[in-house]
């Protein structure tokens, strides 16, 4: 089997957790790089490759082409019909990591909360409200731009899950 991926990307590291989670190797599955999500999804969509793994944003355009088979999120997607990978993965007995494939927000030196509690507080719930507003909600929808809000204790969570997946499989990745 073969599967298409961007270098270096959430997609490629989400491909070596798969294998490692069926105890499979990288010699198991061709794993062939574009140097960009549109060639990965030309390369599935025209039947180059058998499957992709990467961001479901940019794929509207080849959706009737392609079967989703799980998003890799924690939660649901509801632009797409699919469970999530923890959930596809459990029908068969196996569990990996999710990988966050693009994280947007904001961040501060480590002090800054420490130090200054207040603006620290000011500047989350800034945040939080502009992305309540209903034109930045109509904004990021109208342009495929994740605006989900997490708040600071589950970002750093998954920016910490993502770092350590990342430092093992940082050889593999070509970094």
Known sequence: MSVSVVPSSAGQLSAYLLLEAAGLTDSDLNIVTYESGGAARAAVAGGQVDFTILGGEGSEG?????????????????????????????????????????????????????KYPERWGKLVAAYKA??????????????????????????????????????????????
């Open 62 to 114: 080849i959706r009737d082409m392609i079967t989703p088979l799980a998003v890799v999120r924690d939660e649901p997607a509801p632009e797409w019909d699919a469970p999530t990978v923890a959930e596809a993965l459990k029908e068969i007995g196996l569990e990996m990591p999710v990988v966050s494939g693009s994280i947007r927000g904001l961040a501060t030196d480590a002090e800054f909360k420490e």
């Open 130 to 175: 502009t992305l309540e507003k209903p034109e930045v909600k109509k904004y990021l929808e109208e342009n495929s731009i994740g605006g989900e809000w997490l708040g600071p204790e589950k970002t750093t969570e998954v920016v910490n899950r993502n770092y350590e997946v990342i430092k093992k499989y940082k050889d593999l990745m070509g970094n």
